[in-house]
């Protein structure tokens, strides 16, 4: 199988990843529960990844590093932690069901505004329309990094300029870009950051967590057992702690570890380069063919055979108006090549781009992503538009 | 190290855990996203590991199991999707904090009222006082199904009985039985049974779910991407899609499956009765050692030898007086022998039998603890006591 769903979940890991999570479990006990040697190992290897991740996002402690079961929980926690009844959130045209869902919501059952700042013909995001929607209750913005359907890439600085200077919070989905891009939050203004285990890094399913600027105090969505403070009848209020109950995911989490020492090891910057000549490639192959029709910005991105600005590893298409399902059935079944047609849960963003009917095939790249198999989905794409 | 402290995690899994892990880094996709192999081979591994959950715990269908990230998630979205505010809510003294944070918090938050059942001086559940908490507003009891502090096994059946002539739902941790002894929901009388995968189950942390009865509705508490139905603003209402966002752990889940084979072949019988003849070892040889004080109900189970009523594999002790995190830790250090003291997440049963202070030393058992292990603490005990 040729794998182009990166977006969806990496499916190659480094093979650091499986051997990590086979030695965590064979000796690791269950950290903060006890002092004996398995539960400190665990907590050992938890606190390491934290601080790698730490390091990595540029979050200013290893303490603000949360770990959650995926970026949509990590997203919930954020949104539903922050968001009082009664304020107002803006949020964009481009962002997934999991920024959208917890905003409605919220909006439904406790009367939370929210504003939604739209997006061009090429899903560029309107930033000076933005600027329009600040009102006096304004608590947060929440946005993405990277569109899951086009790549386009949002310049999340001048958002976070915009929401600070109106005293606004910016919550940042970097599900796209984690591990694939440099992700710095405090460069990028992200109060607070939430990442995702199983794409960009590399990592196993079932990890992810968010990174949380100093100062920024979250109410948990979860409470339960923390293996401290039992007798305290509410969560504890320190960072990690607050946002975990329960027994964290140590044996993914080792294996998360280990795909971030690789990824430092080849280098993000390597990582992004392969990505856009991916792109680039992929682009090029496919623009010309009769009947094709690209979303989304990446023909603004690519000026003479590379990427001159930020796109993240995604290119989504149709061929003239077959449905989006059955390019990517003929792809699977006829070319053993696996893309993901239909909505990519971005309603709003297919809504704006005429899409909704039709949908559209996403092909996304990773690291471990051949140039033989992008000439292959090139080659397969000229025949089916044929 | 001897590891005795299978009730926080069993570390010793069985070979095949590992192995269907790698397998799955392999070649899983991403569940419910796309067509193509990957995720075809995602979606059938995790709806055969509902299977297979649903058979196991006697659930009525495979679609009413959920899976989670761990047990408190499960009994944070069970008691959070149930309860309202204003209704009344009953529990227990022998509950851990994942089952008390959460209703003290709704307590806080939404005016919902709480009433305990208290416990004897053994940490036996006062089912005759229970029945006299039951309001005209009582929504669901809250109940394990094994004590995680002394293995004190909860009549369940007789707590679902009361609970449901007086038209409450019963809510059942299973954090301590699931996987080592028989728990048949219908049996036993749950409307939601939790349970966790990294404990008696024997499968990867990261892991564990909760299966609904058919009729019980449970609402959301996390919302997002679901891979269905993107046009619709809310969580989709189809059990397990409505309680399950974002990318599932499909990694974890292939080792859970695998886990639930294991145990399916060894049977789950075999399974409790090794861990009732590793706990009778155990308290035979402790139990007329001078100054060793034995937690809860275990010398009421045990006749002649033998288990006569039903106990979960675990024992909690301490010695005279002394703090139970030094003799855990002089356990650990001076005989490799792993055991979890202090409070073990459960303050009402520690306040109940006087043991705020001094916490206990527990010892739990698993299917993968052998006798010599058990007799190596029972004479490192008879040292220390000596």
Known sequence: ???????????????????????????????SRGTHAGALDAARSIFATREKLAAFFNCPGADHVIFTSNITESLNIAIRGL????????????????????????????GVQLSFAG???????????????????????????????????????????????????????????????????????????????HKGLLGPQGTGGLCIREGVEIRPLKAGGTGVQTYNRQQPSEYPTRLEAGTLNGHGIAGLSAALDYINEVGVDAVEAREAALTVRFYEGVKDIPGVTILGDVSDCIKNGRLVKPHAGIVALNIRDIDSGEVADILSTGYGIATRPGAHCAPRLHEALGTKEQGAVRFSFSWFTAEEEIDAAVEALRELAG
Not at 24 to 29: E, Y
Not at 98 to 105: A, G, H, I, N, T
Not at 156 to 181: P, Y
């Open 119 to 197: 997006v061009d013909e090429k899903g560029r995001l309107d930033y000076d329309a933005m600027e329009g929607l600040f009102r006096d209750n304004t608590k947060a913005v929440v946005c993405t990094n990277a569109s899951n359907l086009t790549g386009t890439v949002v310049d999340v600085k001048r958002v976070a300029d915009m929401a600070h200077a109106h005293g606004a919070l910016l919550i940042v989905d970097a599900a796209q870009t984690a591990g694939t891009r440099r992700v710095d939050m405090a460069e990028l203004g992200a109060d607070v950051l939430c990442f995702t285990g």
């Open 1 to 31: 199988m040729i794998y182009l769903d990166n977006a969806a979940t990496t499916m190659k890991k480094p093979p650091q990843v499986g051997e990590a999570i086979l030695e965590a479990l064979q000796h690791m006990g269950n950290s």
């Open 83 to 110: 968001v009082d009844p009664g304020d107002h959130v803006i949020t964009t045209d481009l962002e997934h069901n999991s920024v959208l869902r917890p905003l409605y919501s919220l909006e439904a059952e406790q």
